[in-house]
């Protein structure tokens, strides 16, 4: 029996470093799939940019002398659409992802909330901080995760959450000031991304397949699209002004 | 002494039930999440929506506070019996009340606990404005001659001045179903209806049979009140639930506000009318 024991633990060694290359690549979901990369174009005219008052807390009328513009709806000078959240909605079911251990920074600034609109992975830890010199509540509104609502009275204070289930969109809001408004798009997948300054999103390392992708506006809604990986590597998404 | 600060009660209590409305036509409920605390503390910083939860919670507090005192001086004052339970009553109602607060708050409003603070905010103020009244040395006098307000055994009165009260309780609570949950808009104007005419008649006999203006006055006022809320309910559907109605501006916060606080007036009015009319409750309460 003994005599066994050497030569079986290499024939296992060995095996395992021949396979290595296989798990590894399989884990990393980087086989041969691709970047889906595009644009969210606004068609239509602007609507004209709201100002919110804020007079309601002195703290957020000092650092917004002349208000505050609203960011419901931010059309970008290159006429695409901030804020806007593309994900993968279909197309990956009964695969795992697990939840990176990295949190979201969610920041409650200048009595407003950074980033606007944010992805998140179900598990993932939301890092909620408070950077102003004045209190916030901090109430998020889930229907399949828990929904709660924190005080964060202190400058600096700094509390951790998470969601357990997915959910696009779930909206964060604050009673303290009525005109504080964010989004998380809440998902068990990495894919995802939200649109920026010059509209355009890219969903990385994404395994090839086929693919229902969504883009989700707080105002204009949802759009859909299937998609082919890799032979699809672009597409574009157009919201019409209402 | 029982008489003045149940008189003061009944005044804080409708600047109480004004402030109320206000944290919920502002959507200020969860401004404080926390509760019995305000923020871990007694104070917090009065901005935002926390000026109108904590407002009202202070002032709430007050509210106990002197229905607790009334509670003391009315064992003092060796009161009857009726007024001992009144007072009594009015104690657990605003306990209970104050609890309903902190646990709608605590579970982020939902609609059955709102709308049973909405409805329990009207019934306590009833009880302190009876407790006012039955206090009155008027009452007294009134009380030994058996009432002083229209017979209200004759004419068949007391049923339709019951159904008049229940049917002013019975819009209250569709009207909190309204503002707690949205839906539903229709029983509640049909339900006006039928409350306004339940109203008009009773005042109006009432009027006829009057023999004294301690009950014309309050009667009058009633009748009066009553058109009044027709029109601020109009002014709240059409600020806050008609389609296309702006999500700002003060019209939308005033209208519903003063609609409730008006809806709690008419309650008690009901109550007061009742309590000086002859031959029925009110006589037997000393
Ligand atoms: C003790 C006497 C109290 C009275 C008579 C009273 C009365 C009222 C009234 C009339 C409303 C308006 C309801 C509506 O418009 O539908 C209201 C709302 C409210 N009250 Fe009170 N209240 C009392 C105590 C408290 C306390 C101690 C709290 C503690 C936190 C509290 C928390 C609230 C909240 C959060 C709302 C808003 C509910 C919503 O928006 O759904 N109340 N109150
Ligand atoms: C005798 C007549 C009426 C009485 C006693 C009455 C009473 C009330 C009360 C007490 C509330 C608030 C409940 C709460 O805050 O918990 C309410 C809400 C409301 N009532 Fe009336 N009401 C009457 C007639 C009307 C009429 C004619 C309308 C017309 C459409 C109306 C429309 C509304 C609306 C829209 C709300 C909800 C307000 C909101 O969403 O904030 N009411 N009513
Ligand atoms: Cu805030």
């Known amino acids: 029996m003994k005599r066994f024991k050497v030569p079986s633990l290499g024939f296992f060694a060995i095996l395992g470093l021949f396979l290595s290359p296989w798990i590894f690549t399989h884990n990393a979901g980087a086989v041969a799939g691709g970047p889906l990369t595009g644009k969210v174009i606004f068609e239509g005219t602007a609507p004209p940019p709201q ?13 917004h002398q002349d208000g505050m513009t609203s960011e419901e709806v931010v059309v970008n000078p290159n006429g695409t659409l901030k804020n806007v959240f593309v994900y993968v909605k279909q197309g990956l079911e009964g695969q795992t992802f697990p939840a990176p251990a990295t949190p979201v920074v969610f920041d409650q600034k200048g009595c407003h909330y950074e980033p606007h609109v944010f992805g998140i992975q179900v598990g993932q830890p939301l890092e909620i901080l408070n950077s102003d010199d004045t209190l916030h509540n901090v109430h998020a509104l889930p229907k399949a995760s828990q929904e709660f609502n924190l005080g964060m009275p202190i400058k600096g204070m700094k509390l951790t959450k998470a969601f357990t289930a997915p959910e696009v969109a779930v909206k964060i809001k604050c009673e303290v000031h009525p005109w504080m408004a964010a989004y998380a798009g809440v998902l068990d997948h990495p894919f995802y991304a939200v649109t920026g300054e010059d509209g355009s999103f890219s969903l990385k390392d994404l395994p090839p397949g086929e693919y229902v992708v969504e883009a989700w506006h707080e105002k204009y809604g949802t759009q859909t699209q299937t998609v082919k990986v890799p032979e699809t590597s672009e597409i574009s998404f ?3 002004a209402s | 002494m029982t008489h003045r600060l149940s008189q003061i009660l009944a005044l804080l209590t409708f600047c109480l039930l004004f402030l109320g409305g206000l944290v919920t036509s502002t959507g200020s409920g969860l401004a404080v999440p926390d509760w019995p605390l305000s923020y871990g ?7 935002g929506g926390v000026r109108f939860e904590h407002t009202h919670r202070v002032v709430a507090s007050l509210v106990g506070l002197l229905s607790l005192i009334l509670v003391a001086t009315v064992g003092f004052e060796k009161r009857g019996k009726p007024v ?50 039955v206090t009155s040395p008027e009452f007294g006098r009134v009380a030994e001659k058996g009432g002083v307000g229209a017979d209200l055994m ?16 019975v819009q209250i609570l569709l009207g909190a179903l309204v503002r707690h949950t949205g839906e539903r808009i229709w029983f509640h104007v049909g339900g006006a209806v039928i409350a306004f005419i339940l109203i008009t008649v009773w005042v109006s006999r009432t009027l006829g049979a009057s023999e004294s203006k301690s009950v014309a006055r309050p009667a009058l006022f009633l009748g009066l009140l009553v058109v009044v809320e027709f029109f601020l309910g109009i002014g709240a559907f059409a600020f806050k639930r008609l389609e296309g109605a702006p999500e700002t501006g003060l019209a939308r916060i005033l209208f519903p506000t003063f609609h409730q606080t008006v809806g709690a007036l008419l309650l008690a009015l009901c109550v007061l009318v009742i309590l000086r009319s002859k031959n029925f409750v009110g006589p037997r309460l000393r």
């Open chain 1, 51 to 63: 100002i919110l008052k804020v007079e309601a807390d002195p703290v957020c009328l000092l650092q």
């Open chain 1, 238 to 240: 157009t919201f019409k």
């Open chain 2, 41 to 47: 503390t007694l104070f917090p910083p009065m901005v």
């Open chain 2, 84 to 133: 001992r339970w009144l007072v009594i009553s009015s104690f657990g109602l605003v306990v209970l009340q104050g609890i309903l607060g902190g646990l709608t708050v605590l579970h982020k409003l939902p609609a059955p606990i709102s709308i049973f603070h909405a409805c329990l905010g009207p019934i306590f103020f009833c009880s302190v404005v009876a407790l006012a009244e």
């Open chain 2, 154 to 169: 004759s004419h068949r009165q007391p049923l339709i001045a019951i159904l008049a009260t229940c049917f002013v309780f």
